[in-house]
């Protein structure tokens, strides 16, 4: 199959593993979370090397940038030959943001206590 043919929203972000299955990157494109251009794109819509893509998936709204449509998906290793990442810096800060908010508590310790709570509170509060 020839490189720089139409495809398929869905099917081109299932390929580049944008989505782990093209269902979920349908559904996406359905509910609006799928930006090409500046205007929110139907799953059948077909895209174009140049394109930009915006794709949010909370808390990260991912910048990318189509370099070749492909059909088929890859192994993970080659998909930068697809894809350009335009993703800013601060937006993946996110993501490291979010698992730090997540404090272990030992197993079979019960509810933290009302003092327990306030200094869990001060912790993350600080962050």
Known sequence: ???????????????????????????????????INGSEAKPSREIHPGNTIFIRKP???YTIRVRETIEKRLPAKRIHEFVDDLTSPEELEKLKIKDMTFIKRDRGAGRP??????????????D
């Open 59 to 61: 808390p990260v709204i």
């Open 113 to 126: 206590t009302k003092k327990e709570r306030r200094q869990l509170d001060e912790i993350i509060k600080q």
């Open 1 to 35: 199959m020839p490189l720089n043919h139409k495809v398929r929203l869905d099917k081109w972000l299932w390929a580049v593993r944008m989505y782990k299955t093209r269902s979920q990157s349908t559904d996406a494109c359905r509910k609006g979370l799928v930006v």
